[in-house]
């Protein structure tokens, strides 16, 4: 809740025109896009309508608010008090959504959120009118999470047209959404989206009882939420998962797990989630089973490609040189020999600029962001070799390093893999494979102690879960995906009927 709205928390709006709009003008320091049009209601009862200009649509406070209170009509007579704006209020106006409100804050709080409001002279209400009609970008194809098979529609930063973009894929009665503010000054809408048939109602009410105890002054992303609401912050695995695709988030769903949507942001947040879901795309489902699980267990080859790579490196060509065939030793002897650091300082220096060309690519404008990757990847690497200052060898596993990152399907774990990987090339510098043993298994430990609202984080390999592992590093027909995952806790199991079909 706003100071504002604080501030004038529990204060009746008063029956005088001129007290309410000075109010208004005041709380808002007479902000020149608060718009307050007066008007004889009805040709009989002076009255004032506010709106804030570009919060709402024109064209429905013309002809939906401002037309009908403007016409000539015929009476009744009006015995009790406020009866009528209750006539206005079902006879008179045409909009789609019209409210009583009776506190000076339900006015300003409806002004901030694009509704329109008319107060009456001699009246302590006033109504609040739907008329919101602000710029939002069109619906349009994903932009960090692309198919080649699949639906092309993404999120944009309205929570209504998100929620309806779910609503169309899921038409079912059991889709209950629920919304709150959260945010003392920004009062962002909050949406929790479930189907309350499927899911677990314990994730419900944890979610319910975190979003609760927010007590912060804005929410501008989805970002805050997922840290405020995340089981443990000293991690650097995601334990909340976030998509801008409504295909992900629907099919999240029906697994039962529960999205959180935020106003002002594509990405939806989705919890429970599980290690196994960062490796999981949409595409994934569209494609045949066979096709789906190779291109699957690519992705876990390549996870351990992005982790392991150059630490293997560093480790083999400092501690464990018998392990490679005399040729390739050779070969890789002789790319060193006029390298004058050792294999630690070459990865940590390729890694180092490589991190940096991948945070150019993102900030640099998009017309020049295509030359200054090439310039970084083939320029640079092979002027580096040339010179001297690293070894070929470096550079191809550099290379493939940076590939392999790009294949995981989530962000969030890349840039975990990321992190870990310099804590690998370290501890395999000082101790060889004995420390990258180490940090693997204090990793596998952390991982099976994770837990996202409650589910443990490994599921269904830690605890092990038999019928889970349909879908995890391979996925089975559709035929034989008869029930949804237990690890999410659903309610209920059965996802299609157990009939066979005659061919």
């Given at each position: 809740m706003s100071t504002a709205t604080q501030s004038?928390?529990?204060?009746?709006?008063?029956?005088?025109?001129?007290e309410n709009t000075d109010y208004c003008k005041k709380v808002m320091g007479n902000s020149k896009d608060l718009m307050i049009r007066p008007l004889q209601c009805l040709h009989k009862w002076p009255s004032v309508m506010l709106y804030i200009d570009g919060m709402v649509d024109v064209q429905i406070v013309n002809h939906s608010i401002l037309e009908p209170l403007l016409q000539t009509r015929e009476l009744p007579d009006f015995s009790a008090d406020n009866e009528h704006l209750s006539y206005l209020q079902n006879d008179v106006l045409v909009a789609s959504n019209v409210v009583l409100i009776n506190e000076i804050k339900d006015v300003l709080d409806a002004l901030l959120a694009g509704f329109a409001v008319v107060l009456l002279e001699g009246s302590d209400q006033g109504l609040k009118i739907a008329a919101a009609g602000?710029?939002?970008?069109?619906?349009?194809?994903?932009?960090?999470?692309?198919?080649?098979?699949?639906?092309?529609?993404?999120?944009?930063?309205?929570?209504?047209?998100?929620?309806?973009l779910i609503r169309k894929r899921i038409r079912d009665p059991h889709l209950w959404i629920e919304e709150r503010e959260i945010g003392r000054v920004s009062n962002t809408r909050v949406a929790v989206v479930y189907l309350e048939h499927i899911v677990d109602q314990e994730v419900v009410n944890e979610l319910r009882r975190r979003l609760d105890e927010i007590d912060i002054d804005a929410i501008l992303e989805s970002g805050y939420i997922e840290e405020l609401v995340q089981d443990k912050t000293g991690t650097i695995f995601p334990t909340v998962y976030n998509s801008e695709r409504p295909d992900t988030v629907c099919a999240a769903l029906l697994e039962g797990r529960v999205a959180i949507i935020i106003d002002g942001t594509p990405f939806v947040l989705l919890v429970p989630a599980l290690f196994v879901h960062f490796f999981q795309s949409p595409e994934d489902y569209y494609q045949r089973a066979d096709i789906s699980s190779l291109i699957?267990?690519?992705?876990?080859?390549?996870?351990?490609?992005?982790?392991?790579?150059?630490?293997?490196?560093?480790?083999?060509?400092?501690?464990?040189?018998?392990?490679?065939?005399?040729?390739?030793?050779?070969?890789?002897a002789?790319?060193?020999?006029?390298?004058?650091?050792?294999?630690?300082?070459?990865?940590?220096?390729?890694?180092?600029?490589?991190?940096?060309?991948?945070?150019?690519?993102?900030?640099?404008?998009?017309?020049?962001?295509?030359a200054v990757s090439i310039v970084g990847t083939l320029v640079i690497g092979q002027a580096a070799v040339d010179a001297g200052v690293v070894?070929?060898?470096?550079?191809?596993?550099?290379?493939?390093?940076?590939?392999?990152?790009?294949?995981?399907?989530?962000?969030?774990?890349?840039?975990?893999?990321?992190?870990?990987r310099f804590v690998l090339m370290i501890l395999a510098a000082a101790f060889g494979f004995y420390g990258i043993l180490m940090v693997l298994l204090i990793t596998v430990t952390h991982l099976c102690s994770l837990r996202s609202f409650g589910v443990s984080y490994m599921s269904p390999f830690a605890?092990?879960?038999?019928?889970?592992?349909?879908?995890?590093?391979?996925?089975?027909?559709?035929?034989?995906?008869?029930?949804r995952p237990l690890s999410t806790g659903t309610a209920n199991e059965t996802r299609q009927a157990d009939k066979k079909t005659k061919r």
């Open positions: 004038s928390q529990g204060q009746r709006i008063s029956p005088n025109l001129t602000w710029e939002d970008r069109a619906v349009g194809e994903p932009i960090s999470q692309t198919v080649v098979r699949g639906p092309m529609e993404g999120f944009n930063e309205n929570l209504r047209t998100n929620t309806g699957r267990m690519i992705r876990y080859l390549a996870f351990f490609i992005a982790l392991l790579a150059p630490s293997f490196y560093i480790a083999i060509t400092t501690f464990h040189q018998e392990m490679l065939p005399t040729n390739l030793l050779i070969s890789l002789a790319q060193r020999e006029g390298v004058p650091f050792p294999a630690f300082i070459e990865a940590i220096l390729m890694e180092l600029t490589y991190e940096i060309l991948r945070e150019a690519g993102i900030r640099i404008p998009k017309t020049v962001g295509q070894s070929a060898a470096m550079v191809i596993i550099v290379s493939i390093t940076a590939i392999s990152s790009y294949v995981i399907p989530e962000n969030g774990l890349s840039i975990s893999v990321r992190i870990l605890p092990y879960i038999g019928k889970d592992l349909k879908d995890t590093i391979f996925r089975v027909p559709w035929a034989r995906m008869k029930t």
